[in-house]
C-alpha cells in the first residue's frame, strides 16, 4: 500500500510503501472488542471499599429488650437496616487482572492498524523536529499537516524530548514510542500519525 510522505511544514516530499503484513490484513473487530475490554478492567484499581456489619463501630449491647416496647426486635445497632449500620453485599477491594494471550494481542493491533490505513487514517511525516520545547510550534505542526481539530496519536522512535514535552499540554494529541503502542489508543485516534522512523520501528516489531 503506498502512501504520501509529508515534512512538517505539509508539503508532500515522496511516498513510502506500508507493510501488508500490518497494514494490508482483514480487521478482526470482536478481537479488537476483546482486547479493549481486557485492556480497560486491567485499568482498574480495584480500591472500592465498604464495611460490612462486623466492621462499623458500634453494637455489643443489645438496644432494647426484646418485648414490651412496641418497636420492632433489635440486637445491634450495625444491622444494615440501621443508619450507620454495615452495608450489605458492597464492594470490597479486588483485583480485575485478567492476562491476554500474546498471539490474541498481537492480531488486535495489527486489526487496528489496518483499519486506520484501509480508512485512510494513517499519516506518515518523515521527521518531527523542533528546536525547542514549545506548545506553539507544535500545534503550528499540526496545523500544516490538516491535524488541528483531530485526536491524533503521534507514533515515533528513538528520544525526542523536545517533542514529548511540546505535545503533552495539548489536548486531543498523543505521543507514544512506536514499539509500545496499544490497541486502544489506535482505535481512539482520528489519525496515527507516524514518524518514518517510528513507522519502521512498527513494521520491525509487529511483523516479526
Not at 22 to 44: D, I, M, S
Amino acid at each position: 500500500m503506498e502512501m504520501k510522505l509529508y515534512n512538517q511544514q505539509g508539503s508532500e516530499v515522496g511516498s513510502v510503501t506500508l507493510n501488508d503484513k500490518l497494514f494490508g490484513a482483514e480487521p478482526r473487530p470482536h478481537v479488537v472488542h476483546q482486547y479493549v475490554v481486557n485492556y480497560l478492567a486491567n485499568q482498574r484499581q480495584g480500591n472500592a471499599s465498604t464495611k460490612g456489619r462486623a466492621e462499623v463501630a458500634g453494637g455489643g449491647a443489645k438496644p432494647w429488650r426484646q418485648k414490651g416496647t412496641g418497636r420492632a426486635r433489635a440486637g445491634t445497632n450495625r444491622s444494615p437496616i440501621w443508619k450507620g449500620g454495615g452495608t450489605t453485599f458492597g464492594p470490597q477491594p479486588r483485583c480485575y487482572y485478567n492476562r491476554f494471550p500474546k498471539a490474541m494481542k498481537r492480531l488486535a493491533q495489527i486489526s487496528a492498524f489496518s483499519d486506520k490505513a484501509q480508512s485512510e487514517r494513517v499519516k506518515v511525516v518523515d521527521k518531527l523536529d523542533l528546536s525547542e520545547i514549545k506548545t506553539k510550534e507544535m500545534r503550528k505542526v499540526l496545523e500544516d499537516l490538516g491535524l488541528a481539530e483531530k485526536k491524533c496519536l503521534i507514533l515515533d522512535e528513538g528520544i525526542n524530548q523536545n517533542l514529548v514535552l511540546s505535545v503533552r499540554n495539548i489536548e486531543r494529541v498523543k505521543y507514544c514510542r512506536a514499539a509500545l503502542a496499544n490497541t486502544y489508543d489506535i482505535i481512539d485516534a482520528d489519525i496515527v500519525l507516524f514518524t518514518k522512523a517510528g513507522l519502521d520501528k512498527a513494521e520491525e516489531v509487529f511483523t516479526s
